[in-house]
């Protein structure tokens, strides 16, 4: 029972440089997310994607967009990496019923020089 | 005001002892709130949900919602070095629909 699953877990990019992180879960879940987080704030919503089809803006979408390319998974790409985009990348996943939260997968440490 | 505020912590309490971990949030519409664990470079992991005011007791934790004050903590009884963790408080505003996050408190357990 594999989860969420996202890759790579580490990257390094220089300022400019683009890349897309993968996710994908195998639960049959309706609903995905991506989520950044850095030291003292917390987790920090990013895009989500309600539905296969959807994806909405969260908290600080700008320098990022997102495709949800089935219902399995929903990838978050740096067009052109900036260093303010150092941060640790988590995808999670959740069904509409809210009775378990969210089911994080195991984060991507990005760092932008 | 942030919409989910935790206390700053660090928190540091001794083995055996009871760990206090809170979390006000802005939303009074607010339906359902969750408590995760993160051990250092690891994703959150849930521990606990609540949805009703009072308590909810799962093992040796046991989180208490106060809607009226906005209100909801995490106390870990007999606290073990394994607790040693980020503990991070959830909650989902009607009005957003995802869930928001406070900042966090680093739980320390010492033998």
């Known amino acids: 029972n594999a989860g969420v699953t996202q890759t790579p877990k580490f990257q390094v990019l220089k300022t400019g440089q683009s890349m897309t992180l993968q996710c994908a879960q195998d639960?049959?879940?309706?609903?995905m997310y991506w989520y950044r987080q850095d030291p003292g704030m917390g987790l920090r919503l990013i895009y989500y994607?309600?539905?296969?089809?959807?994806?909405d803006k969260g908290e600080v979408p700008n320098g990022y967009n997102v495709s949800r390319l089935n219902k399995r998974e929903f990838s978050l790409r740096l067009e052109s990496a900036a260093p303010s985009q150092t941060s640790v990348y988590f995808c999670?996943?959740?069904?509409?019923?809210?009775?378990?939260?969210?089911?994080f997968g195991s984060g991507t440490r990005l760092t932008v020089v | 005001q942030k919409e989910v505020e935790q206390n700053s912590g660090p928190l540091s309490v001794p083995e055996g002892a009871i760990a206090s971990l809170n979390c006000t949030y802005s939303d009074r519409g607010s339906q359902s709130f969750f408590w995760y664990r993160q051990y250092s470079g690891k994703s959150p992991e849930l521990i606990m949900f609540i949805y009703s005011n009072g308590d909810k007791e799962d093992g040796r934790f046991t989180a208490q919602l106060n809607k009226a004050s906005q209100y909801v903590s995490l106390l870990i009884r007999d606290s073990q070095p394994s607790d040693s963790a980020t503990y991070l408080c959830a909650v989902n505003p009607p009005s957003y629909g995802k869930l928001t996050f406070g900042q966090g408190t680093i739980l320390t357990v010492h033998p």
């Open positions: 999670a996943s959740s069904d509409r019923g809210w009775p378990d939260g969210y089911t």
């Open positions: 994607s309600a539905s296969e089809g959807t994806t």
């Open positions: 639960m049959n879940h309706n609903s």
